[in-house]
């Protein structure tokens, strides 16, 4: 079973909630023990809304640094109603579509290994004087 909450604080006072959920033991009963519990520790998942800033001109980078692709767009099509939300906070941000990027060249690294990676859309900063405001 999930439950899937928001969850605003103080990033200390978070923390501190976070590590006192994970504290938390289930007994469970199961075949390979008869007549005993286990207990099965409460698994407490991160899920993250990122906003990151950079120079317009950086954002080929930073697409090729995070991987993002067709395969990290928003179309989940095995969970519509996942893909349905994703529209829209999109809408709601006022987001544009991820543009292409030159794919070809060599990536920059950046370890993204068991990071699962939606990439909602990009937003552009507000030019003062003709400089961007990130």
């Not at 998942?45 to 950086?58: G, N, R, T």
């Not at 690294?109 to 507000?126: H, P, Q, S």
């Amino acid at each position: 079973m999930h439950l899937i909450l928001i969850a605003r604080a103080e990033k200390n006072r978070l923390e501190k909630w976070k590590n006192d959920l994970a504290a938390i033991h289930f007994p469970v009963k199961t075949k390979i023990v008869k007549g005993k519990n286990i207990f099965q520790q409460l698994c407490v998942k991160k899920i993250e809304l990122l906003d990151l800033s950079f120079p317009k001109k950086e954002l080929d980078g930073m697409l090729k640094r995070l991987q993002i692709d067709d395969k990290y767009s928003v179309d989940w099509k095995d969970a519509p109603i996942i893909n349905t939300i994703i529209q829209t906070i999109r809408k709601a941000l006022k987001l544009k579509k991820i543009p292409e990027y030159n794919s070809k060249e060599p990536r920059i690294f950046l370890d993204n290994n068991y990071i699962d990676r939606t990439a909602l859309g990009i937003k552009e900063d507000i030019e003062v004087k003709g400089e961007e405001q990130i």
